[in-house]
Structures are given as C-alpha cells and as structure tokens.
C-alpha cells in the first residue's frame, strides 16, 4: 500500500542517498553543505544583547541613543545597513536554493561552479518569496481589522471573542501560505532548473501535476509536516547537546574567572559568550547537514514521481 505514495517510496531513497554523499565523511563536502545550509536554513536565532548587566535604571539609561552620540540620521543609517544586511542574505539563500539542486543533481558539491548562472534565477525566487512574505503581512494585517478593532470598540469581552476568532485565521493563513513556500522551495525550484524557466512558469507546470494527482500531494505534504516534526525534534536534541558540549567549559571558565575580575565580569561575559557562538554555529551547521540533504534528496525523489521529465537526480548514487 506504502508504494503507491510517492511520498512513502521516497523516505528510504532519500536516506540511503543521504548517507551515500555524506560517507565516508569528506570534510570539504560537509563544510560546504554546511555554508549552504547557513543560507537556506539557518541556525536559529540568538540575541546576545538580551543579557542586563545592570538594573533597570541602568539598562535605560545605557541604551539611550542619544547618550551614546548617535543622531537621528546615524540611526536611521544603521538600521538601513542591517536591513540591506538581511536582503542580501534572503538574496543569498534563494540563490543557493538552486546551487544545492545543481550539487545534488550532478554529483558534485560545489559553491562556485553555477552560482554565478543562477543568481538570476535566484533574484526571481527572492522578489516571488518577498511578494509572498507582504501579502502574508497584509492579508494578517486585514484579519486584525476585521476581528480584533471593532471589538476592541465595544469593550474588553468582545476582544476576548475577537481574538478566538483570530487566532484560528491565522493558523489557517499561515498554513496557505507555508505550503506555497513548501512547494515552491521542493518543486518549483528543480523545475526552473529542469526547464530553464521562471517563477511563475515552473509554478504553472508543478500546479499541473500537483491537480492531476491530488491524492499523492495531500500525502506528501502530511509526510513532509510529520517528518519536519520528527526532524525538529531531533534537531532540538542535537542542538542541546552541542550547546552543552560549547557552554559547560566555557561556564565554568567564566566562573571561576569572575571570582577574580571583579568589575570587568561584564566584559569577561561578552568576550565568552563570542566564543562561545564562534564554536557553536559551525557546529551547528554541521549539524543540519544531515537533514538538509535528506529533504531536498526526498523532495527530488518524489518530484520525479509527479513528474519523470523532471527528474534531475539522473546521477546515480556513489
């Protein structure tokens, strides 16, 4: 029964691929999918500015823009250079969405070898993920509106039922929009690859196959849900491990340190905790290697069950 889903027939293709590119270990290769993984996973988020190293009187008067000599302009500039900072990066990662199928497809694993023939094609994704990501805002924006201010006007009670009412819009809306971003990052993307085409061409091809066979894309996308759960999972695990085998030295060295330092216990912190990040987010790129690999073999697996004249892992394992 398992093999007439393409998303079932694909999980132990997927693995043994998986483990056929990343065994024997290749340092070069790992480090590699680990940039790759940076760009198009990420490592999670981490605010080391969170830390108060004094009390709330402190604090405030510690971040006062002005009584650190910043004028308006010059926040404005730095603000305008993070957010510059992060499209690029967004950028970055949907270029190397399709450097990762081109690895993948033939074999070798390299950086450089099409990124500079895909940087088109990336920018197309990036302005269609962008489009996504405002309507996304706008259309939560709208629901907000819709519920929440008009009940606000009639007093506290009604505010109680308008967010009852919002909160399962809003799963249901990011459920939409994250299988778009599902489909089009499994799909759509080898498909622009197979057939040298855009955004909205490659979305029309998979839409085609995705309606003809509705059965097997319902399956996939409920597999594809419960495997990121147990993935996650998993990851968590690791990523707990990691961030006991980085914190515990470095704890304890900036325990037994602060006995000494005295005053310079804020510094001491803040110099530990940059190495204790230069450590661990390699670490944890190495880490996601694994599963990165995994999903984008298992989507390419099953896509060329959708859609044989798009099968782009014609290369055969190692």
Same mark, same amino acid.
């Given at each position: 029964?398992?093999?007439? %889903?393409?998303?079932?027939?694909a999980i132990?293709?997927?693995?043994?691929?998986?483990?056929?590119?990343?065994?024997?270990?290749?340092?070069?290769?790992?480090?590699?999918?680990? +940039?790759?993984?940076?760009?198009? !996973?990420?490592v999670?988020g981490?605010?080391?500015? /969170?830390?108060?190293?004094?009390?709330?009187?402190?604090?405030?008067?510690?971040?006062?823009? !002005?009584?650190?000599?910043? /004028?308006?302009?010059?926040?404005? *500039?730095?603000?305008?250079?993070?957010?510059?900072?992060?499209?690029?990066?967004?950028?970055?990662?949907? #270029? $190397?969405?399709?450097?990762?199928?081109?690895?993948? =497809? /033939?074999?070798?694993?390299?950086?450089?070898?099409?990124?500079?023939?895909?940087? !088109?094609? !990336?920018?197309?994704?990036?302005? $269609?993920?962008?489009?996504?990501?405002?309507?996304?805002?706008?259309?939560?924006?709208?629901?907000?509106?819709?519920?929440?201010?008009?009940?606000?006007?009639?007093?506290?009670?009604?505010?109680?039922?308008?967010?009852?009412?919002?909160?399962?819009?809003?799963?249901?809306?990011?459920?939409?929009?994250?299988? @778009?971003?599902?489909?089009?990052?499994?799909?759509?993307?080898?498909?622009?690859?197979?057939?040298?085409?855009?955004?909205?061409?490659?979305?029309?091809? +998979?839409w =085609? %196959?995705?309606?003809?066979?509705?059965?097997?894309?319902?399956?996939?996308l409920?597999?594809?849900?419960?495997?990121?759960? #147990?993935?996650? @999972?998993?990851? &968590? @695990?690791?990523v707990?491990?990691?961030?006991?085998?980085?914190?515990i030295?470095l704890g304890?060295?900036?325990?037994?340190?602060?006995? $000494?330092?005295?005053?310079?216990?804020?510094?001491?912190? @803040?110099l530990?905790? +940059?190495?204790?990040?230069?450590?661990?987010?390699?670490?944890? *790129?190495?880490?996601?290697?694994?599963?990165?690999?995994? &999903?984008?073999?298992?989507? *390419?697996?099953?896509?060329?069950?959708? =859609?044989?004249?798009?099968?782009?892992?014609?290369?055969?394992?190692?």
């Open positions: 029964m398992t093999n007439d %889903f393409y998303a079932f027939g132990d293709a997927a693995i043994s691929r998986t483990k056929s590119l990343l065994w024997p270990f290749n340092a070069g290769v790992w480090l590699r999918l680990a +940039v790759i993984a940076l760009f198009i !996973g990420g999670g981490f605010n080391p500015f /969170s830390y108060n190293f004094g009390g709330a009187d402190d604090f405030d008067q510690a971040t006062v823009p !002005g009584d650190l000599g910043l /004028s308006d302009p010059t926040i404005l *500039l730095i603000i305008g250079a993070v957010l510059l900072l992060a499209l690029l990066f967004l950028y970055l990662g949907s #270029v $190397f969405q399709f450097v990762f199928v081109d690895c993948l =497809s /033939s074999g070798e694993i390299s950086l450089s070898r099409t990124f500079g023939m895909r940087t !088109g094609k !990336g920018l197309r994704l990036f302005l $269609f993920q962008a489009l996504l990501i405002l309507l996304l805002i706008a259309a939560m924006a709208f629901l907000v509106v819709l519920f929440v201010l008009p009940a606000a006007a009639v007093g506290n009670a009604s505010i109680l039922v308008g967010l009852i009412v919002l909160i399962p819009a809003i799963l249901l809306l990011a459920l939409v929009f994250g299988t @778009i971003f599902l489909f089009t990052t499994d799909f759509v993307v080898p498909v622009m690859v197979a057939d040298d085409c855009g955004v909205i061409a490659g979305w029309k091809k +998979v =085609s %196959f995705l309606v003809a066979d509705l059965k097997n894309a319902a399956v996939y409920v597999t594809r849900f419960v495997l990121g759960i #147990v993935v996650g @999972i998993a990851m &968590f @695990i690791l707990l491990l990691v961030l006991l085998i980085v914190g030295p304890g060295i900036a325990l037994l340190a602060m006995a $000494f330092v005295g005053d310079a216990a804020p510094a001491l912190f @803040i530990l905790l +940059v190495v204790g990040m230069l450590i661990a987010i390699p670490l944890l *790129l190495l880490v996601q290697v694994p599963f990165v690999t995994f &999903f984008r073999y298992y989507a *390419l697996l099953v896509l060329r069950e959708f =859609s044989p004249e798009h099968d782009l892992l014609a290369v055969p394992e190692a």
